[in-house]
């Protein structure tokens, strides 16, 4: 199983990451569909080549062809929009805010599965981005749709393990070829 793999290669000094990826992919309460998509999401945001590739095929097996390319589509699309308004947010002259983006999403108005599930995995990698104003929106989202805080709590959670391993992992790597 790829996600013993990974806990398997972390460090003695980062126990806690071994522990809580177990944990929050292990023993969430998310349904299936929305735990395997934010995991596929947040590797692919994590932007590590040896977390992604030990993720990917777990997450396969476990989602829909549509739900699987769904979640993709949501590290794709949020990786433009979050450097687009993050930009927005820290810029000291508002003036942009108020421009138009011209930039074509049309993903997340059709994203080929339920609109809560691909908000919550929008949310997971704005999370990674570091995007206040896309997390402030999806969040939104999520709870007008009716989605409880303890699920984006969980979503983030998991962005927060998942983005702290592919950190160490790449650590380690550079670090073992010195």
């Known amino acids: ?15 806690d ?8 992919v292990g023993n969430s309460d998310l349904p299936e569909q929305q735990l395997w998509g934010t995991v596929l999401a947040c590797a692919i945001a994590s932007r590590s080549a040896r977390v992604l590739a030990e993720l990917e095929p777990q997450a396969r097996e476990h989602l829909s062809e549509q739900a699987y390319t769904a979640a993709k589509s949501a590290a794709a699309i949020m990786a433009m929009n979050n450097v687009y308004y993050r930009t927005l947010h820290l810029l000291s002259d508002k003036e942009y805010g108020s421009m138009r983006a011209g930039l074509r999403m049309n993903v997340i108005g059709n994203p080929g599965v339920d609109k809560v599930d691909f908000e919550l995995w929008s949310f997971a990698v704005s999370a990674i981005n570091g995007c206040g104003m896309c997390l ?3 969040e939104q989202v999520l709870r007008k749709a009716g989605v ?6 969980e979503a983030t959670r998991i962005a927060a393990v998942v983005a702290a391993v592919a950190t160490t992992l790449d650590a380690e790597g550079v670090l073992a070829s010195v």
């Open 1 to 15: 199983m790829a996600l013993d793999e990974l806990k398997a290669a972390l460090p003695d000094y980062a126990k």
């Open 17 to 24: 990451l071994r522990l809580n990826l177990g944990s929050v």
């Open 136 to 138: 402030d929106s999806h």
């Open 148 to 153: 409880p805080r303890e699920t984006v709590q």
